[in-house]
């Protein structure tokens, strides 16, 4: 089971689980309080937490707005 460090702005999270990054970046998007703060990529990697900085062609980059809109978030 792939465990995940997932980041977005002042969002940090380990998940593991037995699902696709996409997936895990959508159940951890549910995580996020009222102070988080979220860039306009989340970050996933296997290996620690990563960010615009620091990733690289291991790290899967996604675009905030495609996963809160497939976790069914209104975002206007």
Excluded at 20 to 37: F, G, K, L, P, V
Excluded at 43 to 66: H, N
């Amino acid at each position: 089971m792939p465990k995940y460090y997932i980041s977005s702005g002042t969002l940090e999270l380990i998940y593991s689980c037995n699902k696709s990054e996409h997936d895990a970046a959508m159940d951890a998007i549910w995580e996020t309080n009222d102070n988080d703060q979220l860039d306009e990529y989340i970050y996933i990697d296997e290996r620690g937490f990563r960010d615009y900085l620091s990733s690289d062609g291991y790290t899967k980059v996604l675009r905030t707005t495609s996963i809160l809109k497939d976790a069914g978030w209104n975002i206007e």
